[in-house]
T-cell receptor
Framework: GQQVMQIPQYQHVQEGEDFTTYCNSSTTLSNIQWYKQRPGGHPVFLIQLVKSGEVKKQKRLTFQFGEAKKNSSLHITATQTTDVGTYFC???????????FGKGTKLTVNP | DAGITQSPRHKVTETGTPVTLRCHQTENHRYMYWYRQDPGHGLRLIHYSYGVKDTDKGEVSDGYSVSRSKTEDFLLTLESATSSQTSVYFCAIGGPGHSYEQYFGPGTRLTVT
């Protein structure tokens, strides 16, 4: 079945440093989504990418969807302590009703 | 946050006892999902529903059953709880028909002793 791999599993950065997490699917995706989960909280939808090669920005966050629609990345510029949490990617194969989540990247930021 | 509530929020139960978790939504979404979250495994789909009385299995459905008699309620039942079912359970709504994005409830922390 469909698998979504996400790396790294953990990332520790100093405040102000950049951060990137990568997501790779074993199959071609119709779209990919990103979620953020704060410690003790629930996953919160951030963004969805649909088109091959798509790039979207939300303030300091940049999301990319690969040309082959099998990989994606989330880049945070100049991290802040408010960025702490676990970032998940989740993909959908064409025609499926189910999201398949990566295992997440846990980001800690040292002030 | 979307109008999703889960009950109970915390539960401790003994091995072998039945447990039912409830998810309630006020958004009239057709699709509802149950996930479990465990360290090192991320979010894994247990069951989902695509309408009243319409449900299907996810990747970790063994030991779980679900029911949906009303649009707003989706119940997850552990027929005979085991220690391996100790986890945090999240309900979500959304999916097809709503740009595929999902909105999660606050979660239920279940401990099976």
């Amino acid at each position: 079945g469909q698998q979504v791999m996400q790396i790294p599993q953990y990332q520790h950065v100093q405040e102000g440093e950049d951060f990137t997490t990568y997501c790779n699917s074993s199959t071609t995706l119709s779209n990919i989504q990103w979620y953020k989960q704060r410690p003790g909280g629930h996953p919160v939808f951030l963004i969805q990418l649909v088109k091959s090669g798509e790039v979207k920005k939300q303030k300091r966050l940049t999301f990319q969807f690969g040309e082959a629609k099998k990989n994606s990345s989330l880049h945070i510029t100049a991290t802040q302590t408010t960025d702490v949490g676990t970032y998940f990617c989740a993909g959908i194969e064409g025609g499926s009703e189910k999201l398949v989540f990566g295992k997440g990247t846990k980001l800690t930021v040292n002030p | 946050d979307a109008g999703i509530t889960q009950s109970p929020r915390h539960k401790v139960t003994e091995t072998g006892t039945p447990v039912t978790l409830r998810c309630h939504q006020t958004e009239n979404h057709r699709y509802m999902y149950w996930y479990r979250q465990d360290p090192g495994h991320g979010l894994r789909l247990i069951h989902y529903s695509y309408g009243v009385k319409d449900t299907d299995k996810g990747e970790v459905s063994d030991g779980y059953s679900v029911s949906r008699s009303k649009t707003e309620d989706f119940l997850l039942t552990l027929e005979s709880a085991t220690s391996s079912q100790t986890s945090v359970y999240f309900c979500a709504i959304g999916g097809p028909g709503h740009s595929y994005e999902q909105y999660f409830g606050p979660g239920t922390r279940l401990t099976v002793t």
